[in-house]
């Protein structure tokens, strides 16, 4: 497999954005953003502005004749993904990775349903405090970026591809040996971090001081360390205190992208958070009262607001 030139990305919004960016900022890639409709338009037209800098985005719309890329990275919003799918066929080849660094459990199998679970390798971002306003993104903390196998007590060489992009694209990164084990660490920092901060309207800082915020978050992640428990993930209570080492970090001033869903009227991603929690539970025989009240407090707020899905 030659070294990754061709590196597409499919949604540009706060973490796609980024992404985005660091490709387009070191010219040896070619980079280019996956969309169609009036995102691609949209795109086309005003770019993207990330950290003050305006980007001029090249953009390919699925149905064009174009060449397979090396690299995709899906950043899309959980909600998005099924019927958004089919869009990567276009860009897809036999020496293509997959990566997704979206939200929730469930993406790399709804990809790899499509395009074989082969081109797939699990990612994670943590720590990356992204704050977006229509084609604006700005953030102070570019975060972690875990990559890899689900076991990678081996390096494969499609991992060691991305790796090596990371590293030209100053990408912080790091592949795990228990790459699930992370994926479900993300997913109990979403639950709780995400969920909380939408209901409250709290920022980072809030959640940094408050015991009352934090404890309102720790009940929803502990609900998530019994499923994981039930699943065979190696997930314990101390993994609670790691997430206060990113949480320290992040810009007091910073909000969630829930809570941005929230105060903007757009859909969030609670049924890919407390709705997933409140299915494993039904399936495991757990029980998940935290996760159920706010699951249904975050779909009365969708209502009230009159939400509406926004790219």
């Known amino acids: 497999m030659h070294p990754i030139h061709r590196v597409v990305i499919f949604g540009a919004g706060a973490m796609g954005a980024y992404f985005v960016t660091q490709f387009l900022n070191v010219p040896e890639f070619s980079t280019a953003v996956l969309a169609r409709g009036e995102r691609y338009a949209r795109l086309e037209r005003d770019g993207l502005i990330v950290n003050g800098r305006h980007y001029a985005v090249p953009v390919i719309h699925p149905d064009a004749d174009t060449k397979p890329a090396d690299l995709i990275i899906v950043a899309l919003k959980n909600y998005h993904l099924p019927e958004a799918v089919p869009d990567l066929k276009s860009v897809v080849g036999e020496q293509t990775t997959i990566i997704s660094v979206m939200n929730g459990l469930d993406s790399e199998e709804i990809i790899g349903a499509v395009y074989g679970m082969d081109k797939l390798l699990y990612a994670v971002s943590v720590g990356i405090d992204a704050q977006r306003d229509g084609n604006r993104i700005s953030y102070t903390k570019p975060g972690k970026h875990y990559v890899g196998n689900a076991d990678n007590t081996h390096i494969d060489e499609r991992v060691r591809r991305v790796q090596a992009a990371f590293e030209r694209a100053d990408i912080v990164y790091e592949t795990p040996v228990d790459m699930l084990r992370i994926l479900w660490w993300k997913f109990m920092v979403n639950v709780g971090m995400n969920q909380a901060s939408a209901v409250t309207h709290a920022t980072y800082g809030i ?38 080492t990113f949480l320290n970090t992040l810009s007091p001033q910073g909000k969630t992208s829930m809570l941005q869903d929230i105060e903007a009227g757009r859909k969030t991603e609670v049924e890919a958070f407390g709705g997933k929690v409140v299915a494993l539970g039904e399936q495991y025989g757990v029980p998940t009262p935290v996760n159920l009240t706010m699951l249904r407090t975050i779909r009365v707020l969708e209502q009230s607001f009159s939400v509406t899905i926004q790219p």
Not at 209 to 215: F, I, L, N
Not at 220 to 238: F, N, P, T, Y
Request: proline share 3%.
């Open 207 to 244: 959640f940094q001081t408050s015991p009352e915020s934090q404890a309102l978050m720790e009940g929803l992640m502990h609900e998530v360390i019994v499923l994981a428990e039930r699943a065979g993930i190696d997930l314990k209570e101390k993994d609670i205190a790691d997430w206060y």
